[in-house]
């Protein structure tokens, strides 16, 4: 029996923080309740201070050492932090009061009361939510997710080097076509993944923040002679962020539904490989280490289920499911702002999440994997009909009459097609010897073409 078994788990609804909470934990900073309002607490002191170094009057003479305690603030954030915002809240109703309430009142324990209605000065709760919550995905994308990504990445490479010179048979409509190689069909998958995580990466990540509709309404009464759009340009870009302008009360979402759809086709790659290595085990290509303790079926002794594949294909696709409603939704708003946004904003963690555990299963999967070279190379040799193909080919080429005709009579005999077979067909064509001799030593093991 597990010893340290969190018994929280146990009553969690979403398998997420319960079940799979060992490998969701390490996004658990960047998503969960107290992640947002560490990152919203970062974004309203980030944002005063840069108020203060634009120089405003009324914040003229702000102590330096108040930049410290911010600064320190932010860096001790706690639990016990969270819980105090989350009391002003019960009272506020208001997630965003709530935090600016908790801030002024840091303040004045600061002793820089006089400062306090600087905070989140002139701004709706959108400035912060986008840019709180596209710092929060974009920390979790470099510190979580490309990470994990990039194991995967590394495990499938490695094993496409072992295996990228042995021969097996591919399947197009499921049926026996012109042999290939494992590595081969494993690069693919390293270059589907490439190129979609090359685009992800490539993608700007987008704030919005311009106060209650986009248009610096309230600063521009306030501070005429600032200009506001430098200043939200130069504040987002402190934070590695991408400002989207002109907008409504919120961002119009337009990038980051681009983010989602990105990662929906990276999981999309992900379920592919999963169906075809599940194939391939059914196929008994491949055979699955075993560990002692672990039991495949509660009735059947013998198996070992192909588990981990089956596990990150349902996840992959429980991901792909929200990715694909989130970049639906969230370009849509009644007007210049309704609430669905922040209702399904909140939620960006839970398709990451699943497709975290995607990756992580697959990556495991593969790496229980033996190739069984006997039983590729029994279907090799069983299907010998595939290098017809190679042959016509050639016969075209020299102007041979009625290759594709010949070798279709041949193959769709209904009779067994091995290497007998094969020769003797080649034996009586009208040819010159080396030329026969040629054809015959195209075999289903060395007919793989050009190696990657």
Not at 5 to 21: K, Q, V
Not at 102 to 130: C, M, P, W
Not at 173 to 200: D, W
Not at 213 to 236: C, K, M, Q, R, V
Request: charged letters at 20%.
């Amino acid at each position: 029996m597990q010893k340290n078994m969190n018994t929280s788990a146990l009553h969690c609804i979403s398998p997420i923080d319960g079940r799979y909470h060992k490998i969701t934990s390490l996004l658990s900073p960047y998503f969960s309740e107290y992640g947002l309002i560490r990152y919203r607490v970062f974004v309203e002191a980030e944002y005063f201070k840069m108020l203060v170094n634009e120089g405003l009057s009324g914040l003229e003479d702000f102590p330096r050492e108040g930049i410290g305690m911010l600064d320190s603030l932010v860096e001790n954030y706690s639990e016990k932090d969270a819980l105090e915002i989350k009391e002003y809240e019960a009272v506020t109703n208001h997630d965003i009061k709530a935090i600016e309430y908790f801030l002024k009142d840091r303040f004045e324990s600061f002793g820089l009361g006089a400062y306090k209605e600087f905070v989140h000065f002139g701004l709706t709760s959108q400035d912060i939510n986008n840019t709180a919550i596209p710092l929060s995905l974009n920390d979790a994308l470099q510190h979580v997710l490309y990470p994990a990504l990039e194991g995967l990445l590394d495990v499938l490479k490695d094993l496409a080097q072992q295996w990228r010179s042995i021969p097996m048979l591919a399947y197009t409509h499921g049926q026996a076509a012109s042999p290939t190689t494992v590595g081969k069909e494993l690069l693919v998958f390293v270059q589907r993944l490439n190129v979609q995580a090359k685009q992800l990466k490539s993608l700007p990540i987008p704030a919005k923040f311009g106060g209650a509709t986009g248009n610096f309404n309230a600063h521009l009464i306030s501070y005429p002679n600032t200009d506001w759009n430098l200043f939200a340009e130069n504040f987002l870009t402190s934070l590695g962020l991408s400002r989207s302008y002109p907008t409504t009360q919120i961002d119009h979402y337009d990038n980051l539904a681009a983010i989602f759809d990105n990662l929906k086709r990276i999981c999309t790659i992900i379920v592919d490989m999963d169906r075809d290595f599940w194939t391939y085990i059914s196929m008994r290509y491949f055979t699955q280490k075993i560990r002692p303790t672990e039991v495949g079926s509660s009735a059947m002794p013998h198996k070992v289920n192909p588990i981990h594949f089956e596990n990150a294909e349902g996840n992959a696709g429980l991901a792909i499911a929200q990715f694909e409603h989130l970049s639906a939704k969230l370009p849509v708003s009644r007007l210049q702002r309704d609430l669905t946004d922040s209702t399904v904003l909140r939620n960006i963690g839970v398709p990451v999440s699943h497709m975290l555990i995607a990756i992580q299963n697959t990556a495991q999967g593969l790496e229980n994997l033996s190739l069984n070279t006997s039983a590729i190379h029994k279907d090799l040799e069983d299907n010998w009909a595939v290098v017809a193909e190679a042959i016509q080919t050639f016969l075209r080429k020299i102007g041979y009459p009625n290759p594709y005709e010949a070798l279709k009579e041949l193959t769709r005999s209904g009779k067994p097609i091995g290497k007998h077979e094969m020769e003797a067909f080649v034996e009586q064509l009208s040819l010159p010897s080396d030329q026969k001799d040629f054809l015959k030593s195209i075999t289903p093991f060395n007919y793989t073409g050009i190696l990657p």
